[in-house]
Structure formats: structure tokens, C-alpha cells
T-cell receptor
Framework: GNSVTQMEGPVTLSEEAFLTINCTYT??????LFWYVQYPGEGLQLLLK?????DKGSNKGFEATYRKETTSFHLEKGSVQVSDSAVYFC????????????????FGQGTILTVHP | DSGVTQTPKHLITATGQRVTLRCSPR?????VYWYQQSLDQGLQFLIQ???????AKGNILERFSAQQFPDLHSELNLSSLELGDSALYFC??????????????FGPGTRLTVT
């Protein structure tokens, strides 16, 4: 079955530091890949997505590239802010070769990010 | 605000009891998903409905059931509750599940505590 593995947390950074959160996956077919963010006391918000190999998803300064050859979708941000402190989840869904995603999401275990001023 | 609403926000109940969690999807969304978030299991898919019909099942216990009503709201029923059922239960919705309009939008969750 599908599975997602994220780097162990928590991650603690100073403001303006570079962020990388590693994510690798196991899936058959053509999965779509997502990063979701969960702020304290809130539900999950979609941060970015990529539906085909070599696609780059980006939003709010965050980026991730769908690497089929390494089955990875690492999240990066050049300069983090205190407001980026949250839990980040990598996820995948079934998809097709045309880039359409559908069905349930399979999540990684989440990575807690804390950014200090 | 995602547009997905869940009630109640918090629920405290005793072992052996039954509870109902409610979810209203975003306007226009036909598909509803339920997920369970716990410390030991992480975020796990439970069940999906599309336009009133069950479409996919995940790791949902037999003590749990769900339905989607004609007005598209959904309810998750948890019975014979055990301490291990304590978790955050999320509902998500999407327009459909087979096109690029697939994106899932999550509600704020219902925190269930079983004592």
C-alpha cells in the first residue's frame, strides 16, 4: 500500500534560517503529492501540491519538487518566520498519468517546526 | 476559514458510550472524507462519501459508522467507545474526486476524549 515517511522532528530554527523537511513516499502508479500545515488548534490547510513528476509546488515562500527517481517531495523555505511555527504534513493521493489526483490522502507522521525570533 | 464546519468542537464522554460527530462540507462540494488524528497512529483515513454514497473505506473500526445525507452533511457515529478512541476527528470535503478540482479542504476538527 501507499506510505509516506517524514523526517523526525521537532525542528527548531532561528528566524530567517533555511528550512528543509524531508519527505519520501512509496506508492504504485502516479500519486499526487501534497504538503499540509496545521497551526495550533486549527485544521489542516493545503500549503502546496504537485501532481506529476518534476512538478514544483510553491506557496508563501515554500517550495517542493516531485522527484520520481528518488520518490521524494522535500519541503524547503529560504527564510523562515516565527509565524511559520506549525506542524507540517506530507501526504499523497492516488493519481493518474495525466496529473489528476483523486481519493483518500495518506499522511506522513508530521514534523513540528518551531521558529524563534 | 476553509468553509467546512464541524460540531461539536470538543466532546468528553465515558467508555461504552455512543457519540455522533457532524460535518458540513463547503458549499458545492459533493465528497466528504473522515480522518482520525491520534498520537500513536497519526492521521488516518477512515471513510469517504460521495453524493450520499460510500465510496472508500480505510482503517475504520466496525464500531464506527458514517453516512452522508441528501443535504450533503455527514455524520460519523462512534459506539462502544474505548479509551483508545480518544483523538481528533477531521472532516474534509472536495468538489469531487476524479478531476483536478479534487483538493480537500479540512474542517477544524472535533476533539473526542473518552474517560
Amino acid at each position: 500500500g501507499n506510505s509516506v515517511t517524514q523526517m523526525e522532528g521537532p525542528v527548531t530554527l532561528s528566524e530567517e534560517a533555511f528550512l528543509t523537511i524531508n519527505c519520501t513516499y512509496t506508492a504504485t502508479g502516479y500519486p499526487s503529492l501534497f504538503w499540509y500545515v496545521q497551526y495550533p488548534g486549527e485544521g489542516l490547510q493545503l500549503l502546496l501540491k504537485a501532481t506529476k513528476a518534476d512538478d514544483k509546488g510553491s506557496n508563501k515562500g515554500f517550495e517542493a519538487t516531485y522527484r520520481k527517481e528518488t520518490t521524494s517531495f522535500h519541503l524547503e523555505k529560504g527564510s523562515v518566520q516565527v509565524s511559520d511555527s506549525a506542524v507540517y504534513f506530507c501526504a499523497l493521493s492516488d493519481g493518474d498519468a495525466g496529473g489528476t489526483s483523486y481519493g483518500k490522502l495518506t499522511f506522513g507522521q508530521g514534523t513540528i517546526l518551531t521558529v524563534h525570533p | 476559514d476553509s468553509g467546512v464546519t464541524q460540531t461539536p468542537k470538543h466532546l468528553i464522554t465515558a467508555t461504552g458510550q455512543r457519540v455522533t460527530l457532524r460535518c458540513s462540507p463547503r458549499s458545492g462540494d459533493l465528497s466528504v472524507y473522515w480522518y482520525q488524528q491520534s498520537l500513536d497512529q497519526g492521521l488516518q483515513f477512515l471513510i469517504q462519501y460521495y453524493n450520499g454514497e460510500e465510496r472508500a473505506k480505510g482503517n475504520i473500526l466496525e464500531r464506527f459508522s458514517a453516512q452522508q445525507f441528501p443535504d450533503l452533511h455527514s455524520e460519523l457515529n462512534l459506539s462502544s467507545l474505548e479509551l483508545g478512541d480518544s483523538a481528533l476527528y477531521f472532516c474534509a470535503s472536495s468538489v469531487d474526486y476524479w478531476t483536478s478540482a479534487y483538493e480537500q479542504y479540512f474542517g477544524p476538527g472535533t476533539r473526542l476524549t473518552v474517560t
